[in-house]
């Protein structure tokens, strides 16, 4: 039973194309999160929506656009990609209010790979 | 804001010796800290995590850390490495109000026989 899914877990495309990655958990959470790791394993928050409302936004190109349809899905949206987008992406849920320590839970993330 | 500086990216020991994977931090109120392991090719699971309630923190896999304010540090150690340890493993902070993780640039770990 998988706590944080995300699909595809491999992504191949060329340079200019328009993507997407979704995100899904099943744990109750109201609070999701992308995160990028690039090549040197370095992992820096993106953005975070709690309750479908986005929360977090870190300076992220405008070329990426996270949408959240409801709290158990955070999809990932890339266009015009560059060669620079190329990394691992991971979504991750915790639950906002439950305590401040909460744990946030990872996917196993998608390895995007631009040409 | 808060950040966490990882010494060492990466550290060998052997099979059955004692492993120290080290942490400092730097915060302007009491951190959050949490300690992530990430085997190869897979996403980040949580090891331990320090919220103030103890100063020795004990995780899963026979992994503990210690808070110590006075040295900023949360050094994770394992008494006695086994070979399916060897993995990247991140510190991380919790920064702000919204539990935005702040990470370390991550340690390697590697055992050998």
């Known amino acids: ?115 | 804001a808060q950040s966490v500086t990882q010494l060492g990216s990466h550290v060998s020991v052997s099979e059955g010796a004692l492993v120290l994977l080290r942490c400092n931090y730097s915060s302007s109120v009491p951190p959050y800290l949490f300690w992530y392991v990430q085997y190869p090719n897979q996403g980040l699971q949580l090891l331990l995590k320090y919220t103030s309630a103890a100063t020795l923190v004990k995780g899963i896999n026979g992994f503990e850390a210690e808070f110590k304010k006075s040295e900023t540090s949360f050094h994770l150690t394992k008494p006695s490495a086994h070979m399916s340890d060897a993995a990247e493993y991140f510190c991380a902070v919790r920064d702000g109000g919204f539990q935005k993780l702040v990470f370390g640039t991550g340690t390697r770990l590697l055992v050998s026989p």
Request: net charge neutral; proline share 4%; charged share 20%.
């Open chain 1, 1 to 115: 039973d998988t706590a944080v899914s995300q699909t595809p877990k491999y992504l191949v495309t060329q340079m200019g194309n328009d993507k997407s990655i979704k995100c899904e958990q099943n744990l109750g959470h109201d609070t999701m999160y992308w995160y990028k790791q690039d090549s040197k394993k370095f992992l820096k928050i993106m953005f975070s929506y709690n309750n479908k409302e986005l929360i977090i936004n870190e300076t992220v190109p405008n070329r990426f656009s996270p949408k959240s349809p409801d709290k158990a899905h955070l999809n990932l949206h890339i266009n015009s990609l560059e060669l620079g987008d190329s990394a691992v992406y991971f979504c991750a849920s915790s639950q906002l209010g439950g305590g401040v320590s909460d744990t946030q839970y990872f996917g196993p993330g998608t390895r995007l790979t631009v040409l």
